[in-house]
């Protein structure tokens, strides 16, 4: 079996991605869901630039927290007119005491002569130097070489001569970078092979940028040509469009390719470990992402669901299962009886395919589609709505009138809301201040509906989508989205309407009503 050393930099090229920002803490914990992953390398950061990232190294050297991962600190070679002995930058490297380490150099003439400014001899002499130093402190030494592929276009010799200079000095890994993202994997592939077969004593290995949206396959191109390593990030997170995706690489070469990245065993912690990760980033995970989004198997269309219900295969390139993924079944008009079916067994176990209820619930479904409901996200609603239509769902509470008072200015509440409710009879009215009318709204509902149900204390809203669905000018029809919370509880409702405030109102209704009948 053929391996490919991953070598993540979420915490070093990542971070040079629009609105990432990592917090010493947040590095920590990044690091070590790419280790219980399994991924060896983890480049931590540049110490020798960053204060953070030289505090981080610190706290590693102090109490290493790894278990397999090696952690890896990245920095330039010594500077022009300096010898390594003498580099600040380079004694940081040394400081952090971590067997690995990653520095860079420049293989592009161009910028050696415009933004370096050295001579290119000089230039060479800094790599072989710097690298052969950290080779005699007995460090494993990867080396980026930046523009390599830019440079290679422009003056093949000198990119191929600072090769060979990192190559003397003792790199173990010769690192291919295609820093500006606009290489085709075709020439990645050419170049990766030229490189091997004029330095068989080193290793390859490839970072890629996204600026083509093709870096995962510039890099399957380079390794198939015999790189043994690729630099990736988590969700492709990085400078501008971002690096290599390290979910769709992974899993790429394992499952496709039957390459070892990773233990075997560790691939079904995939998908949890990009989705922990973006969340310590605060990024929202792109639900399209392959073999990791939320939608990678979620099927819509009637025979699409029929057909994996039957068999699986019919519509998934692998089982979501081997990547730690699920498969999801949406509810909407092309779902048809069968999504109708699936979704109804978690309510009504002993319920069977045939059953006239099965129909009538999918009529309703289409009915309230053509009003402009979408039920694809809002399981909650869906749930209320079976239950309402086979006269099992319990009335808790029953809203009697509303009203809503929005003022204009920008300060915090600036919304009243008014609502009288009753519960067995019994009226409650109540009133409440809020930031815009939804959330005023929202704590009227509530304040009246704790007097009878205290635990709705315990529930909050999320997240709260508005979207206009028929442009029929002032008349058109708003569908609204509200994400409610209990814990680990997570359920969404929904509410259409042709007035805004109407529909958020039907949407926070269902919120506390399914909260009343399947979570408190
Ligand atoms: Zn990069």
Not at 240 to 264: D, E, F, M
Not at 340 to 355: A, C, F, M, N, S
């Amino acid at each position: 079996m053929r391996r490919v050393e991953l070598l993540d930099t979420t915490l070093r090229d990542g971070a040079q991605g629009e609105g990432i920002d990592h917090s010493l803490s947040d590095k920590r914990k990044i690091a070590l869901s790419l280790d219980r992953l399994g991924i060896p390398l983890i480049e931590g950061g540049n110490p020798a630039a960053n204060p953070k990232d030289e505090a981080f190294f610190q706290e590693a050297k102090a109490a290493p927290f790894l278990m397999q991962a090696r952690l890896v600190p990245f920095g330039s070679t010594c500077r022009a007119g300096v010898k390594p002995e003498a580099d600040k930058g380079l004694a940081i490297l040394l400081s952090t005491e971590q067997p690995v380490i990653s520095i860079f150099g420049k293989a592009d003439i161009r910028q050696v002569r415009d933004v370096l400014r050295v001579t290119p001899e000089e230039n060479l002499r800094m790599i072989e130097d710097s690298v052969a130093f950290l080779c005699r402190s007995g460090r494993r030494v990867l080396f980026d070489a930046e523009h390599f592929f830019d440079g290679a276009d422009d003056d093949r010799d000198y990119a191929f001569a600072a090769l060979k200079a990192a190559c003397r000095g003792g790199a173990d890994v010769l690192v291919l970078c295609d820093t500006k993202g606009g290489t085709l994997p075709d020439d990645l592939r050419s170049r990766t092979a030229e490189v091997l077969a004029a330095l068989p004593k080193c290793k390859v290995g490839i970072h890629c940028h996204d600026d083509m949206g093709l870096s995962v396959a510039g890099s399957l191109a380079c390794i198939d040509a015999g790189a043994a390593m690729a630099q990736v990030t988590v969700a492709g997170v990085g400078e501008r469009c971002g690096n290599t995706n390290l979910s769709t690489l992974l899993a790429t070469l394992q499952l496709k390719l039957h390459y070892q990245v990773i233990p075997a065993e560790n691939l079904p912690l995939l998908t949890s470990t990009a989705r922990e990760i973006l969340e310590v980033m605060n990024v929202t995970p792109n639900r399209r992402a392959p073999y990791v989004g939320y939608s990678a198997f979620a099927h819509k269309g009637g025979m699409h669901i029929d057909g994996v219900m039957k068999s699986p295969e019919s519509f998934e390139h692998i089982p979501p299962e081997s990547v730690g993924n699920r498969r999801r079944f949406l509810l909407s008009e092309q779902t048809g009886r069968a999504g109708v079916y699936t979704r109804l067994k978690r309510l009504i176990p002993e319920i069977q395919r045939d059953d006239p209820r099965v129909k009538q619930i999918t009529e309703r479904l289409k009915r309230r589609e053509a009003q402009g409901y979408a039920y694809e996200s809002a399981d909650g609603s869906f749930d209320l709505l079976a239950l309402e239509t086979l006269g099992m769902r319990k009335a808790f509470f029953e809203v009697r009138d509303f009203h809503v008072l929005s003022g204009n200015s920008a300060e915090d509440n600036n919304a009243q809301a008014y609502i009288k409710i009753a519960v067995d009879g019994k009226e409650e009215i109540n009133a409440a201040e809020g930031d815009g009318p939804v959330n005023a709204l929202d704590k009227a509902l509530r304040k009246a509906l704790m007097v009878f149900y205290p635990k709705l204390a315990n529930m909050h809203l999320r997240d709260f989508k508005v979207r206009v669905i028929d442009s029929g000018g002032t008349a058109s029809v708003v569908r609204v989205l509200i994400e409610s919370a209990d814990g680990p509880h997570v359920w969404t409702t929904t509410g259409v309407s042709s007035n805004i405030i109407q529909a958020c109102f039907l949407a926070l209704v269902d919120s506390v009503a399914y909260y009343l009948t399947f979570v408190g």
